[in-house]
C-alpha cells in the first residue's frame, strides 16, 4: 500500500505543477526560473539534512553519482523540455514525455541489465496511445515542416536524459546511498549546472514582484521537487525504473481533471477511451512484479 500510496502522490503533486509552471512565465526568463527552482530546492533539502544530522559527507565516486542524477534529471532535461513547450502545444509536451515509460525500460536494460518484461511493454504502449487519443485534436494539427520538429527533438531528448537520471538513480551505487542525502546533492549539483545554462542562455536574471510566481516558486520548489523527487527515487528503488516512469504517462491526466474544473476542458469520447487505456494501463503496471537483474 506504501508503494501505490507514494505513486498515486508523485502524479497528484506533478499533475499540478503544470499550473504552477504557467505562473512562472512572463518577467522571468525561464532559464533562471529554473535556477531559482532548484536552488531553492537544493537549500531547504540541505538544511533539513543538517537538521536531522543526516550524513552529508560523500566519497568521489558519490559525488560523480549525485552530479549525473544532477545533471540529467534536475537540470538538462528540464532545460530542454522548457524550450520545447516555445514551440509545441502541451499535449504534444505530455505526449512526447510519456515516452519516459519506454526510454526507462531500454536504458534499464541497457545499463542495469534489468530484464524486460513484455507487460510492462504493452502497459506503456497502452498508456501513450490513451494520451494520444486524448490529445488527438492536437495531434492532428502536428506537422514536420515547420517547427514542431524542433520541439519534438527538444522534448525527446529531454526524455532521453530524464531517463538516463534514472538509471544512474536506480544503479546499486546510487541506492546503496541514503535517499535524502543523495537527493540534496543531486539538488545541488543540479542548481550548478542550471545556473550554467541560464549564463549560456544570454539572458539576464530577473526577479518578478508578482506574488503569485514567488507561491508558485515555493511550491515547485519544496512539493514539485524536494518531497516529489525523493518519492520518486524512493519509488525507483521498489519499483524499478519502467514502472515508476509510467507517472509521465498519468500525471497530464491530473493536469486534464484541473483543467476540466478551472479551464473548462471538454471531454471527447476519444478523450474518454484514452482515459480509459491509460487507467488500465496504469492498472497493469502498478500490479505487476518488480523485475530482477538477468
Known sequence: MAVIATFVLCVLIWGSTWYGIELQLGIVPKEWS?????GLAAFVLMLWCKIRNLDLNFSGRQHKLAAGVGLFLFSSNYFLVYSGTEYLT?????????????????????????????????????????????????MESLSLKDTTTIGLAFCVGATLFASLGNTIAGSDSARSISILPFN????????????????????????DPRPSYWVSLIYLSVFGTVIAFTLYLWLIEKMGMARAGYIAVMTP?????????????????????????????????VNMKKPKPS
Open 90 to 138: 502541451s499535449g504534444l509536451v505530455a505526449v512526447a514525455f510519456s515516452l519516459l515509460s519506454f526510454f526507462n525500460i531500454f536504458t534499464g536494460r541497457i545499463f542495469l541489465k534489468t530484464a524486460i518484461q513484455p507487460a510492462v511493454i504493452i502497459a506503456a504502449t497502452m498508456g501513450i496511445i490513451g494520451l494520444i487519443l486524448i490529445f488527438w485534436p492536437e
Open 253 to 285: 491526466i491530473v493536469a486534464l481533471a484541473i483543467s476540466t474544473f478551472l479551464e473548462g476542458f471538454i471531454w471527447t469520447v476519444p478523450a474518454a477511451l484514452g482515459l480509459g487505456l491509460v487507467i488500465l494501463g496504469n492498472v497493469v503496471m
Open 34 to 38: 529554473l535556477a531559482y527552482r532548484f
Open 184 to 207: 540534496a546533492w543531486g539538488l545541488t549539483y543540479g542548481t550548478g549546472f542550471n545556473v550554467i545554462f541560464a549564463l549560456i542562455s544570454g539572458e539576464s536574471p530577473a526577479l
